[in-house]
Structure formats: structure tokens, C-alpha cells
């Protein structure tokens, strides 16, 4: 069955840097859009990067030039490197894939991980 596992979070003050993991398994991952999405307290869930089949990534503009995403297709696994943290990137990380219309939209996402905090000070 599909399985995505988050790593990574924790604490961190800000201006410091955290790099989320995604273990995939029960699907053929390359085949997949895989993207992160986060959701801070009292908000919605919103894409934070993703990452088309065919290489193309996608990031929100509230962490451009600050997050990286990566993937390592022969270990069917799923990065964030996020440096320069800020306060308001805390919120739970959830890893998704699915073949989305709308890379954008959540509900496009087949499946979710279970997700990972991350609380920047």
C-alpha cells in the first residue's frame, strides 16, 4: 500500500535551516507529482514547492530563494532544504503526491503523509 513518511522537523531559531525527508513506497514514484505542502494554526493547507515528473519545480513566493526541493529517484525519496527560517514558516509539513490538475490545489493529491512540525523561533 502507498506510504509517505515525513523526517526532519523540529525546532529551529530563526535564520537557521532544516531539511525535511519523504519516504515514498507503494507507487511508482517517478511517475508522480510530489509536492510539500504546510499548514500553520488557524490556515489553510497550502503548497509550499513541488516537483512535476518532468523536473519542473514550483514554489510559493513566501519561500522563494530560500527552499529547495529534490528528489532522489532511485531511493523513491522527497527533499525540502529550507534555509533563512522565519517565524512564519511554522506549521506541520506534509509530504503529497498525486497527479494534480492544479499543482496548487491540495484536494488534487492522492496521497498524504502523516507530517512533520516545524517551529521556528
Known amino acids: 500500500h502507498v506510504q509517505l513518511v515525513e523526517s526532519g522537523g523540529g525546532s529551529v531559531q530563526a535564520g537557521g535551516s532544516l531539511k525535511l525527508s519523504c519516504a515514498a513506497s507503494?507507487?511508482?514514484?517517478?511517475?508522480?507529482?510530489m509536492g510539500w505542502f504546510r499548514q500553520a494554526p488557524g490556515k489553510k493547507c497550502d503548497l509550499v514547492s513541488a516537483l512535476r515528473s518532468d523536473g519542473s519545480a514550483y514554489y510559493d513566493d513566501a519561500v522563494k530563494g530560500r527552499f529547495a526541493i529534490s528528489q532522489d529517484k532511485a531511493k523513491n525519496s522527497l527533499h525540502l532544504q529550507m534555509n533563512s527560517l522565519k517565524p512564519e514558516d511554522t506549521a506541520i509539513y506534509y509530504c503529497?503526491?498525486?497527479?494534480?490538475?492544479?499543482?496548487?490545489?491540495?484536494?488534487?493529491?492522492?496521497?498524504w503523509g502523516q507530517g512533520t512540525q516545524v517551529t521556528v523561533s
Open positions: 507503494g507507487f511508482t514514484f517517478s511517475m508522480y507529482c
Open positions: 503529497a503526491a498525486g497527479l494534480p490538475a492544479n499543482i496548487w490545489v491540495a484536494t488534487d493529491y492522492n496521497y
